[in-house]
């Protein structure tokens, strides 16, 4: 008698959330041309994370890794993202917490940053991105990056 695996639905939705979002993150390692070889995030590649499925008002720093991906639900707004990063920047002020809506495209140079197709808030401890910042800032690498853009990332 042929055996037959039952799958939960939910399941699979989250696996391929997940594998996109781990693609997307592989995809911002990658060295890019219009970028002066530079990758979109050069320390993404080093970079432990996890990613959680989360309610927008049930987020908080995690333990254990450098940045968390919280995937949220598609209805919410981009000023819904904007106003839950700031006020977790404000409840956690060792933290950044950037948004990532799937409807608010984001390029440097002309390369794509954001994942385009899910709703994301990231969370990274303040201290070690400003490091990076700080390091990055040695180099040609904001060079590439027009003024809104900077000053909506670095500077906050």
Same mark, same amino acid.
Request: include cysteine; glycine fraction near 2%.
């Given at each position: 008698m042929l055996q037959v695996a039952v799958i939960p639905l939910a399941s699979v939705i989250v696996d391929k959330v997940n594998k996109d979002i781990q693609d997307w993150i592989l995809s911002l390692t990658k060295p890019k041309r219009e970028l002066g070889r530079f990758a979109t995030c050069p320390y993404a590649q080093f970079a432990k994370y996890k990613i959680e499925h989360r309610s927008i008002s049930d987020l908080e720093p995690l333990e254990g890794v450098e940045v968390a991906v919280f995937v949220l639900d598609d209805?919410?707004?981009? %000023?819904? #993202? #904007?106003?839950? *990063?700031?006020? /977790?920047? %404000?409840? &956690?002020?060792? &933290? =950044?917490? #950037?948004?990532?809506? +799937?409807?608010?495209? $984001?390029? !440097?140079?002309? =390369?794509? $940053?954001?994942?385009? @197709?899910?709703? #994301? !808030?990231? *969370?990274?401890? @303040?201290? +070690? /991105?400003? @490091?990076?910042? %700080?390091? /990055? +800032?040695?180099?040609?690498?904001?060079?590439?990056?027009? %003024?809104?853009? &900077?000053? +909506? !990332? =670095?500077?906050g």
């Open positions: 209805s919410h707004t981009l %000023e819904e #993202l #904007l106003e839950a *990063c700031r006020a /977790l920047n %404000e409840a &956690y002020p060792d &933290y =950044v917490f #950037l948004d990532d809506h +799937k409807d608010d495209h $984001t390029y !440097i140079n002309g =390369v794509q $940053t954001n994942n385009g @197709k899910y709703n #994301l !808030i990231l *969370c990274q401890n @303040k201290e +070690k /991105l400003t @490091k990076a910042r %700080e390091s /990055l +800032k040695t180099t040609r690498y904001y060079s590439y990056w027009d %003024e809104s853009m &900077y000053n +909506k !990332i =670095v500077q």
